[in-house]
């Protein structure tokens, strides 16, 4: 199998979102110098970051040091910016959607593009002057700008601290997942008695805990409706805003989530909460 149309598929994905960053950061700078752009951003520190120091945040994808490619460095709050630059903003979210897409291929067609894409970001940095950073931070190229086409009157951020993902199982195949645990453990042999004493049609869940995230409800006023959207925002929420509108209302929640959940659990819960299968957080339906 030859890899030089994935190959040359991917550097020029890569390109188109190295060239996407840097219209996105120059445009900023510009509005920014020129005093169009207003922000909040969430700190533990007295004195906010600047707005270039977020620019640098936002648009880095290179790892510092060693760094762990699972992770993203999250930041909150919100950026007005003039109406010219949203499109802008789209249409790098798109770049960066058909950069993951071009990367998802090439792992399909080829396997792991690290090579690949190290080398040209070494190219890329030594142009930059960044030497040292070489090494792709790839779920930060892959993220998001959250993006609002209107300017909102309120935004309250809140933590989600309970959000979970929920996998349906067959009895056989939560039996094939025990089956390749070590059999010789006596839990392991009980979860697999424990299995076959259901029936073999019931479903079954798999759960799995996700880690805290930050939420935003977004409020506008049309006429005399209030229209409000929930949104996930590990970073600023960019919205338009001119010299005739209001920066919106905002609360400024705590940089780190609570370590209780505050909401009870409900009691009607389809899910049994106790895990019937602990070892694979497999649970029964009620």
Not at 80 to 85: H, K, N
Not at 102 to 122: C, T
Not at 151 to 179: H, M, N, Q
Not at 181 to 186: E, T
């Amino acid at each position: 199998m030859t890899s030089a149309h994935e190959t040359e598929t991917l550097v020029r994905a890569f390109d188109r979102l190295n060239q996407g960053l840097e219209q996105f950061r120059t445009q900023l700078l510009k509005a920014h110098r020129s005093d169009k752009t207003k922000q909040f951003i969430l700190s533990n520190n007295q004195s906010k970051p600047s707005l270039p120091e977020v620019i640098h945040a936002l648009t880095n994808i290179w790892h510092l040091q060693q760094g762990d490619g699972r992770k993203t460095d999250n930041l909150y709050g919100l950026i007005g910016v003039p109406a010219e630059l949203i499109p802008i903003i789209h249409q790098l979210n798109q770049i960066k959607a058909q950069f993951q897409q071009s990367v998802k291929a090439y792992r399909e067609q080829v396997g792991d593009p690290s090579s690949i894409l190290n080398k040209r970001s070494e190219q890329l940095n030594l142009k930059l002057q960044r030497e040292g950073l070489a090494r792709l931070h790839l779920k930060q190229c892959y993220r998001l700008f959250p993006v609002l086409n209107k300017t909102p009157a309120k935004v309250l951020f809140s933590w989600y601290t309970s959000g979970r993902s929920i996998k349906k199982l067959s009895v056989a195949a939560a039996e094939k997942k025990l089956l390749k645990m070590d059999l010789s453990q006596l839990h392991i042999q009980l979860q697999l008695e424990a299995l076959a004493k259901i029936p073999d049609a019931e479903p079954l869940a798999q759960l799995q805990p996700q880690v805290p995230l930050m939420r935003a409800n977004i409020l506008w006023q049309e006429n005399e409706t209030l229209l409000r959207k929930a949104r996930n925002a590990p970073l600023p929420i960019f919205f338009p805003l001119d010299d005739k509108q209001t920066f919106p209302e905002y609360n400024e929640p705590s940089l780190t989530p609570p370590e209780t959940r505050k909401r009870q659990q409900r009691s009607d819960l389809m899910i049994d909460p106790e895990p019937y299968l602990p070892s694979l957080r497999i649970h029964r339906y009620r």
